[in-house]
C-alpha cells in the first residue's frame, strides 16, 4: 500500500514564507510524476506545481516566480518552497504521485496525500 503524507503547512502573514513537504512509504519502486494541487473553499481543485521523475518543473501562472517545487535526495520525497505568500495563496494543498509502480504491482497507480492547510492572513 502506498501512502503520501505532507506536512509544513499552517498560518503566515502575506508576505511570508513556509516550506511544504511530501513523502511517500511503501514499497515504491519507481514515480513517473509528483505535484502540489490546491483546493480553496467553493473553488475547484488546481494544479500548483508538477515535477516529472527528471526534475522538469511546471508551475500555474499565479505562483511563477515565487513557489519553488523540488525533488528530495530520497526519491520519494518531495517539496513545495513558497514565498512571498498572499491570501489568494489560502487553501487546502495536496500532494500528488503519478505513476506509481510498487516492487509487487504490475501496474501503475495514482495516489494523494490528505491535505495541508495553508492559511495567509492579510
Known amino acids: 500500500q502506498v501512502h503520501l503524507v505532507e506536512s509544513g503547512g499552517g498560518l503566515v502573514q502575506a508576505g511570508g514564507s513556509l516550506r511544504l513537504s511530501c513523502a511517500a512509504s511503501?514499497?515504491?519502486?519507481?514515480?513517473?510524476?509528483m505535484g502540489w494541487y490546491r483546493q480553496a473553499p467553493g473553488k475547484q481543485r488546481e494544479a500548483v506545481a508538477v515535477?516529472?521523475?527528471?526534475?522538469?518543473?511546471s508551475y500555474v501562472d499565479s505562483v511563477k516566480g515565487r513557489f519553488t517545487i523540488s525533488r528530495g535526495n530520497a526519491k520519494n520525497t518531495m517539496f513545495l518552497q513558497m514565498n512571498n505568500l498572499k491570501p489568494e495563496d489560502t487553501a487546502v494543498y495536496y500532494c500528488?504521485?503519478?505513476?506509481?509502480?510498487?516492487?509487487?504491482?504490475?501496474?501503475?497507480?495514482?495516489?494523494w496525500g490528505q491535505g495541508t492547510q495553508v492559511t495567509v492572513s492579510s
Open positions: 515535477i516529472s521523475s527528471g526534475g522538469s518543473a
Open positions: 511503501g514499497s515504491i519502486f519507481s514515480i513517473n510524476a
Open positions: 500528488n504521485a503519478v505513476g506509481v509502480l510498487t516492487y509487487s504491482g504490475s501496474s501503475r497507480g495514482d495516489y
